[in-house]
């Protein structure tokens, strides 16, 4: 069975300290690997799209690696304004916007 | 350009009645997908379609639950004889094209059955 699986559950950092997220996957079949950013109330707001291993995205504080069975997210010197849940969702066959998602990490930065 | 547009944001039903949940969009796209997000879980894919036309419906309940998007206006998520466990956050996302890099999402409805 397909499966995405974030962690942590939730991390608490103090602006500045560095620290990375995981996304570990068991599907078949891959077709890219998605990073999402969630605020509470909010829609899930695209970050990263990763299609290989070995391939790496950067964005501001954030960025994405991808290899044949995890992805990343390192986050550096986070600020207050990162607090968020991050959400890892994967693509298989041929339909991309079928999405398969973890449970994602919450995410507190504090000043 | 709007993005996704849902509505209601927020919609409170007692058991037993219907849910209609609407989704516009992003304009030029064609492609729809809802999720759902219950309590404490992950979003979880309900059904993809195309204008008039249900793609993938694998994620959908077999029973009470239908989508449809029709060739003018939105896309309509429709939940008869609503049960509290129907509670959750229900999301739509579209993209252009099925193979597109990503999907783009709307803010939600939240169905709450009291």
């Known amino acids: 069975e397909d499966q995405v699986t974030q962690s942590p559950e939730a991390l608490r950092l103090q602006e500045g300290e560095s620290s990375s997220l995981n996304c570990s996957y068991t599907?078949?079949?891959?077709?890219?690997l998605f990073w999402y950013r969630q605020d509470p109330g909010k829609g899930p707001e695209f970050l990263f799209t990763?299609?290989?291993a070995g391939e790496e995205k950067e964005k501001e504080r954030l960025k994405a690696t991808l290899t044949k069975k995890e992805s990343f997210l390192h986050i550096t010197a986070p600020k207050p304004e990162d607090s968020a849940t991050y959400l890892c969702?994967?693509?298989?066959?041929?339909?991309?916007?079928?999405?398969?998602f973890g449970r994602g990490t919450q995410l507190t930065v504090w000043p | 350009n709007a993005g996704v547009m849902q509505n209601p944001r927020h919609l409170v039903r007692r058991r037993g009645q219907e849910a209609r949940l609407r989704c516009s969009p992003m304009k030029g796209h064609s492609h729809v997908y809802w999720y759902r997000q219950l309590p404490e879980e992950g979003l979880k894919f309900m059904v993809y379609l195309q204008k008039e036309n249900i793609i993938d419906e694998s994620g959908m309940p077999k029973e009470r639950f239908s989508a449809e998007f029709p060739k003018e206006g939105p896309s309509i998520l429709r939940i008869q004889q609503v049960v509290r466990g129907d509670s959750a956050a229900y999301f739509c996302?579209?993209?252009?094209?099925?193979?597109?890099?990503?999907?783009?999402f709307g803010q939600g409805t939240r169905l709450t059955v009291v």
């Open positions: 599907v078949s079949g891959l077709r890219g």
């Open positions: 996302a579209s993209s252009l094209r099925t193979d597109d890099t990503e999907a783009f």
């Open positions: 969702a994967v693509g298989r066959g041929s339909t991309l916007g079928r999405l398969y």
């Open positions: 990763l299609y290989s």
